[in-house]
Antibody
């Protein structure tokens, strides 16, 4: 069974850092693009970043460029999101999702991990 | 960035009703349009990709149509499990962007 399990969320002060992880199982992780998507409280979904299989291509939404870094470890079947210089507006549930590149769609998602940026 | 506008933002309906949700892109996105269902506390679920292709395992009462800038998601006969928030999303250009969502309520 395919699974994506996020972890690493929590409470962090403005200006702080946090690293999210996403453990993948049930599919050949190394052959898929992967994405991060977030949902702020009471708001809709927002795509954050994605990357290709070997890390040579990475894309970000403008609001996180220069502060967030997406990465992966194919040997560990894991996706990461390093978040620096966090702001209150980064408060959200963060989801990792498998990027079905053939059809440019996010076909499987995790349950999400909550990040709260507050003093 | 490509802006996605959904309407209505909320919709009240009953079991058995036929409902349609509309999504409009700020520029031509061909058929690079996906639809998701999201329930509180759960993982979002892909329903339709490529504007009109039904994702595996999704009931056939869900259908999508459109191309260019105007798209729609139709549920032919609402079931109790369908009450959720629905999002359109374009994958024509980076950053990928979502509509603001349509909350479907009983």
């Amino acid at each position: 069974e395919m699974q994506l399990v996020e972890s690493g969320g929590g409470l962090v002060q403005p200006g702080g850092s946090l690293r999210l992880s996403c453990a993948a199982s049930g599919f050949t992780f190394s052959t898929y693009w992967m994405s991060w998507v977030r949902q702020a409280p009471g708001k809709g979904l927002e795509w954050v970043a994605n990357m290709n299989q070997d890390g040579s291509e990475k894309y970000y939404v403008g609001s996180v460029k220069g502060r967030f870094t997406i990465s992966r470890d194919n040997a560990e079947n894991s996706l990461y999101l390093q978040m620096n210089s966090l702001r209150a507006e980064d408060t959200a549930v963060y989801y990792c999702a498998r990027d079905w590149r053939q059809h440019l769609a996010l076909d499987y998602w995790g349950q999400g991990t909550l990040v709260t940026v507050s003093s | 960035d490509i802006q996605m506008t959904q309407f209505p933002s909320s919709l009240s309906a009953s079991v058995g009703d036929r409902v349609t949700i509309t999504c409009r892109a700020s520029q031509d996105i061909s058929t690079y349009l996906n639809w998701f269902q999201h329930k509180l506390g759960k993982a979002p679920k892909l329903l339709i990709y490529g504007a009109s292709s039904l994702q595996s395992g999704v009931p056939s009462r869900f259908s999508g149509s459109g191309s260019g800038t105007d798209f729609s998601l139709t549920i032919s006969s609402l079931q109790p499990d369908d009450f959720a928030t629905y999002y359109c999303q374009q994958s024509y250009g980076t950053p990928w962007t979502f509509g603001q969502g349509t909350k479907l309520e009983i």
